[in-house]
Nanobody, 121 residues
């Protein structure tokens, strides 16, 4: 499946941004969805994930209380509040039909191309 992100951009520290993500085809409901990020010079890391039905969510400790992941019938969202300079990274939408594989990062079936988020201090 094709994964397409939108949103991102430049924001001052303390501000907010929202990322969106969609899947091609009528398969969105069958996938657990998540967000990962990669900062310059660092490895890609898990940010947040939501189960197929939206009932389960998981967050990296670094974003708990500031970021919120959600989904509706055809779109995934990541609401990012109280942004910090260390949140600057390329954010990738990820899809896999296995929740545990997605959250652990051990397997991701499909990746988006990434959306740049830059937080200025």
């Amino acid at each position: 499946v094709e994964v397409v992100e939108s949103g991102g951009g430049l924001v001052q520290a303390g501000g907010s941004l929202r990322l969106s993500c969609a899947l091609s085809g009528r398969v969105f409901a069958t996938y657990a969805m998540g967000w990962f990020r990669q900062a310059p010079g660092k490895e890609r890391e898990f940010v947040a994930a939501v189960s197929r039905g939206g009932g389960n969510t998981d967050y990296a400790d670094s974003v708990k209380g500031r970021f919120a992941i959600s989904r509706d019938k055809d779109t995934l969202y990541l609401q990012m509040n109280s942004l910090k300079s260390e949140d600057t990274a390329v954010y990738y939408c990820a899809a896999d039909q296995n929740w545990y594989a997605l959250v652990s990062g051990t397997r991701v079936e499909s990746w988006g191309k990434g959306a740049q988020v830059t937080v200025s201090s």
